[in-house]
């Protein structure tokens, strides 16, 4: 059993509280989502995962094991972080050979054709990349790695359309040959919803949501009509956002709507429409003041 | 006039070709896209727009003025690229009246109020920022410079979608106030498509693409049905990508649909379909062998 267990995790930097009393399980050979906005813990969360930081209170475990008294552990999680590791001066194929002493699986054949793939030159030196290769070089080692749980923060940083869609096509292909814990943490979340199973979203300090994405999205509707019925329908159900349009309102709500309800919307002449993941996320992380709608050029 | 006007311009590394002979003018007081593969030319264009570089053949007028030749002419362009170029060690409001000896437009107030609204504090240190808060100061200091003309090389790398909402909204209201040439370069195309007035694609070494939105848009769309029929269909046509999933298929066109046409599709039974600008440019820029398509998981 490869899952990880975060119980009762708080963490301070000095005054500051980045995490408060977290509990939360990755459950092994999922494909998790990790959302949360700027500096709402997610690196935070990610370090403390792979014993970079340590808990102020509360203990992280893997395999049932504490994380943090094991360094054999940590061969079997790989974390694809922002930062470059290595020696910048070191070629692409060495930092490969390099890796492999640390991960014994690492699969330098699979690296090498995923080059190819990318059309990514190993015998270049990791200074000479330009943003968008050295995320291609960061993306490559951590999948040839082989590593039982895979960790990517930030993983499509600098990548074109095409190389987005290769990358997610990859993962899924790897995932599907030897299925893992991954942990995916992005700000380009409508692109990677339909590769997630589960979504935990981080709210100031605390966990939001902890639930498989079916669940979260058969919750999610929108509701848009005259701002009067919008605003009677809403009564009483978990709406957690309500824009304006002259004299039309729609609200997002997260209710997973009965029969009963479904009747109500129709008698009432609402419409009812999805709700994209990145949508939903916006308007449960909206702390006020920084939503607006875009107003259409021309 | 504050146009930009290239004129045959060809820029070689060395041995290696980044563009060839390309004519190009940015109109004034327009909503630019710059798009392109990495390694498609885009920073190279934009380095050579600036006078950051110098172009092989050819070359470059703004406002009918040679830009090499003119120093004056470049305080009237803010480029806001990836790389930082003042001292780390700066506070942000001390880049501010920095920049503000070379743009003496700059607008000091206008920049502290974005840092509210992007909830910044000025007091910071460049080095201390995350690579959020690091685009989000860079951003602020390119909107509040009141240049003619704005270019922005990766503008969103690492906002969150909040962020990202937050300065779609201040570059739409700055526009609407102060007109100007806005130069959009970035790899999140599909969230700046309802922004854009003119796209200019980049192919290998060339521009593909030089059009507004609009009329790009009313000439590409989607046909799905069976194999045979969409096969049919499209002979003759001028259809850019071509997906099988069993034994149908879906063909994006571009090539505005006429009348006839219109009424060829319905007697087929075919099914018509938008295309959004991303997919658009996938198509548009598919050099072979990396495009695949993502199938569900579970």
């Not at 906005?37 to 509360?58: C, Q, V």
């Not at 049932?64 to 054999?72: F, M, Q, T, V, W």
């Not at 061969?75 to 470059?84: D, K, N, P, Q």
């Amino acid at each position: 059993m490869n899952h990880i267990e975060l119980k009762n995790i708080t963490k301070n930097y000095k005054s500051n509280c980045a995490l408060k009393d977290i509990s939360l399980i990755f459950e092994e050979k999922r494909i998790y989502g990790l959302l949360g906005r700027n500096g709402a813990g997610k690196t935070t969360l990610l370090n403390l995962i792979t014993n970079r930081i340590f808990p102020t209170h509360g203990y992280i475990t893997l395999s049932n094991h504490p994380i943090s008294e094991n360094d054999a552990l940590l061969e079997r999680i790989y974390y694809m972080t922002e930062s470059t590791l290595y020696p910048d001066s070191m070629k692409i194929h060495e930092v490969f050979r390099w890796t492999k002493t640390f991960y014994s699986n690492f699969d330098l054949t699979y690296a090498n054709g995923l080059c190819e793939k990318f059309d990514l030159n190993p015998n270049k030196k990791f200074k000479t990349l330009s943003t968008g290769y050295n995320t291609i070089a960061k993306l490559i080692i951590a999948l040839a790695s082989n590593a039982d749980l895979l960790i990517f923060d930030e993983p499509i940083l600098g990548l074109d359309a095409h190389h987005r869609t290769l990358f997610y096509k990859e993962l899924l292909a790897h995932y599907i040959k030897t299925p893992k814990t991954i942990i995916l943490s992005t700000h380009i979340i409508e692109e990677i919803a339909d590769l997630l199973e589960w979504v935990v979203i981080l709210g100031k300090q605390s966990v939001l949501i902890n639930e498989s994405v079916a669940s979260l999205m058969e919750r999610a509707y929108a509701i848009t009509g005259k701002s009067s019925d919008v605003e009677a329908f809403i009564q009483n159900r978990n709406f957690i956002g309500l824009e304006y349009l002259g004299t039309y309102c729609k609200a997002i709500l997260l209710d997973k709507p009965t029969e009963e309800t479904l009747k109500q919307i129709n008698q009432m002449g609402l419409e009812k429409s999805k709700v994209g993941l990145q949508e939903l996320f916006i308007k449960l992380t909206d702390v006020g003041g920084v939503l607006y709608e875009i107003p259409k050029v021309g």
